[in-house]
Structures are given as C-alpha cells and as structure tokens.
C-alpha cells in the first residue's frame, strides 16, 4: 500500500502571497489531520477532516484553511503568508476518525517564507 | 499546546547499547503512540500502547505506559547507527487530535 504523499515537498514564497498544500491519504482512509512544526513550538495540531467535514481545530488564525474531497485528498490554505509560517507541514491520515487509531504522517512540505 | 515533556531532551549512546526515552502527559487519554523523525523530515509511526495496556513490543523495541503517573517509557534496545533520530511520544487529546511532546534527540554512535 502506498503510504501518505505530500506535494510539493518544498516551497519559497513572499510574504503577503497565499500557498495551497496538497495531501493524499493511504488508500481507504478516510481523516486528514494537518500540524505544522516549527523548531520554537514544535508540532502543533491545525485540523482535521473527515468525510469532506472539518472535524477539529487547532488555535490558528483564520488565514489557515483547509477542506477535503470525496477521494479524501485534502489540502490546506494559507494566505498572506507571515514569516512565522515558515515550517514543515505534516499530515497524517487515518482510517477513522474518532481516535483510538495509529495515525500514518507523510514526508510533509517545507515551506519557506522570505 | 504541547501535553508533555520528554526526557532527557538529547541522548547519545553507542551502538548496541539500549536507550530509553520517556514522556509524561497531562490529561486522560485513549492511547499514546510513539513516532520517529530523521532530520526534519516527515514522522514514521512505531507503536501506539492503548491506555488498558502497560506494556507493548515490536521488534527492538518496548513500550510502557503508567496512566496513575500519566508517564509512558520507549525502550530501544541493541541500537544502531540507523536509529539515530528525534522521537516524539503524542497523546490524542481528541478525536485523532494529537498532542506531542517536545521530542527526545538521540545520536548513537557507531
């Protein structure tokens, strides 16, 4: 089974520009979580979807969105980009959604925000 | 928010010696899961120890968990070369919500 691909796996853009990430889940999973990992705050839970429905929120500003398609590919959203966007963004995905299940991450995408 | 601390924070061992990693956490939880990180790179998932069960191994390696200390312990043991890299415990705060600790870096030496 192929596991959780993240495209593109590095990006450069300005401030003030906009970025959309794309993740694609194991075959038959069905939850998309997105974190975003900087060396100052570690990883940190932005959100969930499940079933094309954001599930769960992390503490982000509202720049942050994400959605989810009926092949449970999702990608995230972030616009006027800040320096403090610069990070690896990771998803995971998982069978279920209501916890109790390993969660598999993909290689994630690094951003760079000059 | 991160739920927990790992300790110790760096770690550095030769190779075939046996190295331990723990974390601690806040709240309850259904399940801890443990992941390793090469060098900035995505997470690859080891074991998740539910929270009915005290101890789980794959292969090298060993998990424990103690829900009355709120504390789970990684074992690695006859470690090598390849195992060098950061290692996270996380806790599912909600849902498949997870909540990391600040990670244990661990440098074996060959």
């Known amino acids: 089974k192929a596991g959780v691909t993240q495209t593109p796996r590095y990006l450069i853009k300005t401030r003030g520009q906009q970025v959309t990430l794309s993740c694609s889940p194991i075959?038959?999973?069905?939850?998309v979580s997105w974190y975003q990992q900087t060396p100052g705050q570690g990883l940190q839970f932005l959100f969930e979807y499940f079933s094309e429905t954001q599930r769960n929120k992390g503490n982000f500003p509202g720049r942050f969105s994400g959605r989810q398609f009926s092949n449970s590919r999702s990608e995230m959203n972030v616009s006027t980009l800040e320096l403090g966007d610069s990070a690896l963004y990771l998803c995971a995905s998982s069978f279920l959604a209501g916890g109790y299940n390993e969660q598999f991450f993909g290689p994630g995408t690094r951003l760079t925000v000059l | 928010s991160q739920q927990g601390e790992e300790d110790p924070q760096a770690l550095s061992i030769q190779e075939g010696e046996n190295a331990t990693m723990n974390c601690s956490y806040k709240t309850s939880i259904n399940n801890l899961q443990w992941y390793r990180q090469n060098s900035g790179r995505g997470l690859v998932h080891l074991i998740l120890i539910r929270s009915n069960e005290r101890e789980k191994h794959s292969g090298r390696l060993r998990v424990t968990l103690d829900t009355s200390k709120k504390s789970s312990s990684l074992l690695i043991t006859a470690s090598r070369a390849a195992d060098t890299a950061s290692y996270f415990c996380a806790t599912d705060e909600y849902g498949n919500k997870l909540v990391f600790g600040a990670g244990t870096i661990l440098r074996v030496k060959s």
């Open positions: 075959s038959g999973h069905r939850s």
